[in-house]
């Protein structure tokens, strides 16, 4: 009984020690607030970023700082500009950057997400990845200059300016880079029709920027949801030109 008695009373004099350490480690070192939100890794190493946030559609809105932009999303965004730099083809200056990439949204889809960014001051891009794909959905261009959003809105001061600075390429040139660009992106030519490509413009604005677009074998031409591939290039000479559009719909539809 006395031996029982006796460990009773260390365990509380224990307690109390440990009580007493505990508050003078408060007073040495208060605990802040932290702002940010620590995730572990793939490689091991906790890192901090700026807390995610949501909007009313309740999409994930990150910083480029963020695990899954620069662990999940950016390495695939690296893939796709380094293969428009092996063709020749990179509208981009430089190597992409973190930095550069702004307003990033994720959304949350069955078996995977949707990446929706703007690069710089004049791109957006569209990334996904799901169950059985995982790559580039859509890369543009956006803001004042962007050449479609001139056409359909039918801005004839911005037309007129791009039409200026437009250079001409020849329909052999277009389909000698059209094809090593279709190759590259991974297009089977056995499973759409024959090809087409035309040089967008409106009125008699003509911009020197070239469509290619690859509709489903045997699917309705009139239906422009059976056109799942393209892309658009604009001439910088009689001999080049840099992709200044790229859409994958057949992603969403695997």
């Not at 702002?35 to 091991?44: D, L, P, V």
């Not at 890192?47 to 999940?72: C, H, M, V, W």
């Not at 990334?127 to 794909?133: A, K, L, V």
């Amino acid at each position: 009984m006395r031996r029982r008695s006796i460990i009773i009373v260390a365990a509380g004099f224990a307690m109390i020690a440990l009580y007493i350490t505990s508050r003078q480690r408060q007073k040495v070192s208060p605990e802040k607030p932290v702002s940010a939100t620590a995730i572990q890794s793939k490689t091991g190493l906790v890192a901090s970023y700026p807390p995610r946030s949501s909007n009313e559609l309740g999409d994930t809105l990150i910083k480029a700082q963020d695990p899954l932009f620069l662990e999940q999303v950016m390495p695939k965004l690296n893939e796709f500009f380094s293969l428009l730099d092996g063709l020749s083809v990179n509208p981009l200056h430089g190597k992409l950057q973190p930095s550069s990439c702004d307003k990033i949204r994720i959304i949350h889809i069955p078996n995977g997400i949707i990446c929706r960014l703007v690069i710089g001051d004049g791109w957006t891009a569209t990334y996904i990845e799901n169950s059985t794909f995982s790559g580039m959905m859509y890369f543009g261009q956006r803001g004042a200059d962007d050449p479609i959003r001139a056409i359909s809105h039918a801005n004839t001061n911005t037309l007129h300016q791009l039409a200026q600075n437009a250079v001409s390429m020849s329909e052999t040139e277009v389909w000698k880079i059209a094809n090593r660009v279709a190759d590259a992106f991974g297009i089977d030519q056995s499973e759409f029709e024959k090809p087409e490509m035309f040089e967008e413009g409106l009125f008699d604005y003509r911009l020197g920027i070239y469509t290619v677009r690859y509709r489903k074998k045997g699917s309705d031409p009139i239906n422009q949801l059976n056109y799942t591939r393209d892309f658009s290039l604009k001439a910088t000479s009689p001999t080049s030109a840099v992709l200044v559009s790229y859409s994958h719909l057949e992603a969403t539809l695997r």
